[in-house]
């Protein structure tokens, strides 16, 4: 399973949406994720990838797109260390 659809499995968990309809065009507010809803998605995807995001790196995260961004540049960062 790639990243991205590993990242759809845990947020549509959390915030109880279709994975389906987890764009990366879309924003959380898309998907109607409330703040608990990310924390507790930005914890998971940390715990699952073995990363940390900093709180200042998740406030930039404007869209869906941009979390999986995120996220596989860093896990593609452990990969080569």
């Given amino acids: ?5 590993e990242i759809k ?4 968990r959390i915030v109880h949406v279709d994975k389906s ?4 065009e879309n924003t959380f507010k898309d998907i109607k994720a ?3 809803d990310m924390v507790q998605a930005l914890i998971a995807v ?14 930039k995260f404007q869209s869906f797109g941009d979390f ?10 452990k990969e080569k260390a």
């Fill in 9 to 12: 499995e845990i947020v549509s």
């Fill in 46 to 59: 940390e715990d699952k990838f073995d990363i940390e995001i900093p709180d200042e790196e998740a406030q």
């Fill in 1 to 5: 399973m790639s990243v991205e659809e």
């Fill in 34 to 36: 409330d703040s608990l």
């Fill in 21 to 24: 309809i987890l764009t990366r």
């Fill in 68 to 77: 999986v961004n995120y996220v596989e540049n860093r896990v593609a960062e």
